[in-house]
């Protein structure tokens, strides 16, 4: 780990834990406080999210889930749902090209950490939104430069967004009591 990635996962997980409280459910999201600095270093640099890295968080959301179910006996449905639905639209889309199985994978993780409503719609809807904003700029960037059809063909590390998505739908739920 770099120096700076220990105190930025800290203050993910002291997030997370005051967003969701110390339930089953905040499993997850503890577990990706400490991965998203890393998963975003080596997405930025490589344009790869590990699955060494990932894999190990959709188990953690799996047994939350189960632990959550018999807690509780209600069936958690929104991150089941949540990490079945994004991981999907995100597989569809990687059908094309441009989105990555690792991208799919976490997209199933932060489903699977999303343990409300709120938080489930917000994330993959912020992580679109700012990927999108950044696509965006690049693209214009590369036209206004002259490089045409190029232009589109920059490579986007989309982890970044999903994950800042994430943690902007946490800090809304605790910050705005969504």
Same mark, same amino acid.
């Given at each position: 780990m770099v120096a700076w990635q220990v105190p930025v996962a800290l203050a993910l997980a002291a997030l997370a834990i005051a967003a969701l409280g110390i339930s089953p459910a905040a499993l997850p999201a503890v577990y990706l406080a400490a991965a998203s600095p890393e998963l975003v270093r080596i997405d930025l640099s490589e344009h790869r999210l590990p699955n060494r890295m990932v894999i190990? $968080?959709?188990?953690? $959301?799996?047994?939350?889930?189960?632990?959550?179910?018999?807690?509780? @006996?209600?069936?958690?449905?929104?991150?089941?749902?949540?990490?079945? #639905?994004?991981?999907g639209l995100l597989f569809l889309?990687?059908? $094309?090209? $441009?989105?990555? =199985?690792?991208?799919?994978?976490l997209a199933a993780l932060l489903g699977l950490a999303s343990p409300? =409503?709120?938080?489930?719609?917000?994330?993959?809807?912020?992580?679109?939104?700012?990927? @999108?904003?950044?696509?965006? /700029?690049?693209?214009? /960037?590369?036209?206004?430069? @002259? /490089?045409? /059809?190029?232009? @589109?063909?920059?490579?986007?590390?989309?982890g970044p967004y999903l994950l800042l998505g994430y943690w902007l739908a946490v800090a809304a739920a605790l910050f705005? #009591?969504?």
């Open positions: 190990p $968080g959709i188990a953690v $959301g799996l047994v939350a889930a189960a632990l959550s179910w018999a807690a509780t @006996g209600e069936p958690p449905l929104v991150p089941v749902v949540a990490a079945l #639905a994004t991981a889309l990687s059908l $094309g090209g $441009g989105i990555g =199985m690792g991208d799919v994978k409300t =409503m709120a938080i489930a719609l917000v994330a993959p809807l912020a992580g679109f939104l700012l990927g @999108g904003i950044v696509a965006s /700029r690049i693209m214009v /960037r590369g036209l206004l430069a @002259g /490089r045409g /059809r190029e232009a @589109g063909r920059e490579h986007l590390a989309f705005l #009591a969504l």
